[in-house]
């Protein structure tokens, strides 16, 4: 078994998180490290990881600020690879894997690169929501030949993109591609990065390899759904997808990505203030262009 650290970023979720470090115990073929950002939590998690800490073998990076998920990744990706770890396997803190996860996910990252060579940049899971529906919000984009692994016997399905619910990556990955981009703070973040690992040849997603993400509503990114309390959320998503389809695809990829989010919202009757707050970020995006971080 290669050498695994099992990166988890957390904020706010004490209770769920207990249930992933048990679920990450409780691997078929455990993780060597385990390691957990908590992004200044304000809900006695501190506290609780403090006295897991020996306990259950955790390498505990605990933070000032809430560097959000981007960032919290960034930082345990950087602290698995010092430790020496050979692959980085990725989750938020309400992500539950199965008993086998990781170890499917090895055999098949390891099967992907007998066929397709040492290119292959990641391997993810499928992820389940928790009543078993397929969780809307972490469907990976496939590459127009994605049985091409199937169809020889593989458990695997090549993808472009997936979210950081159970993600593994290898250790040269990081060295040549760097980290993820810790300015977005939350979402895209796993998008662009997924899209910077696979330029040269996709990733897969390994089909016995099962997690659950025990989130809030089962629903996807959807621009017509913009309300008061999730603005604060696709504010970040929109300035970050501006700054990328700008600045890595060009300026038509922008001006598309801005038409499909005002004429969502319009579809979907968005507020005329938190649409004004959704095309001050479009323009954000402009001038929004954070650089790599890399490990060495």
Same mark, same amino acid.
């Given at each position: ?118 290119? @292959?940049?990641?391997?993810? =899971? $499928? #992820?389940?929501?928790?009543? *078993?529906?397929?969780?809307?919000? !972490?469907?990976?984009?496939? %590459? ?59 990733? @897969?997603?390994?089909?016995? =390899? $099962? #997690?659950?993400?025990?989130? *809030?509503?089962?629903?996807?990114? !959807?621009?017509?759904?913009? %309300? ?66 890399? #490990?060495?």
């Amino acid at each position: 078994m290669a050498r695994v650290a099992a990166v988890v970023v957390t904020f706010n979720r004490r209770a769920k998180l207990e249930t992933v470090l048990d679920s990450l115990a409780a691997q078929s073929t455990p993780p060597e490290w385990i390691v957990v950002v908590d992004n200044a939590s304000t809900d006695g998690t501190g506290e609780y990881l403090a006295g897991e800490k020996d306990r259950r073998g955790l390498e505990l990076v605990s933070l000032d600020t809430n560097t959000g998920g981007a960032g919290g990744f960034s930082t345990g990706m950087k602290h698995a690879y010092d430790l020496g770890a050979e692959f980085v396997w990725i989750m938020d803190d309400d992500c539950y894997p199965g008993p086998d996860a990781l170890e499917k996910l090895v055999s098949g990252f390891d099967s992907a690169v007998g066929e397709l060579g040492g290119d @292959v940049p990641f391997s993810c =899971s $499928v #992820v389940k929501f928790i009543d *078993g529906s397929l969780c809307e919000m !972490n469907n990976p984009t496939p %590459t127009w030949d994605w049985g091409r692994l199937l169809v020889k016997g593989q458990q695997n399905v090549m993808v472009r993109t997936c979210s950081f619910v159970s993600v593994l990556i290898p250790r040269w990955a990081i060295e040549k591609h760097g980290l993820p981009y810790r300015d977005y703070f939350i979402w895209f973040d796993d998008h662009e990065y997924t899209l910077r690992l696979s330029a040269v040849c996709p990733g @897969v997603q390994v089909l016995d =390899s $099962v #997690v659950v993400h025990d989130m *809030g509503d089962n629903k996807g990114v !959807n621009f017509g759904g913009i %309300t008061e309390a999730n603005a604060w959320k696709f504010a970040y998503g929109v300035r970050n997808e501006a700054s990328y389809r700008l600045h890595h695809e060009g300026f038509a990829s922008y001006l598309i990505f801005a038409a499909r989010v005002t004429l969502l919202m319009r579809r979907g009757r968005v507020a005329s203030k938190l649409r004004w707050r959704m095309t001050k970020k479009l323009l954000r995006g402009i001038t929004f262009n954070p650089k790599i971080e890399r #490990v060495a």
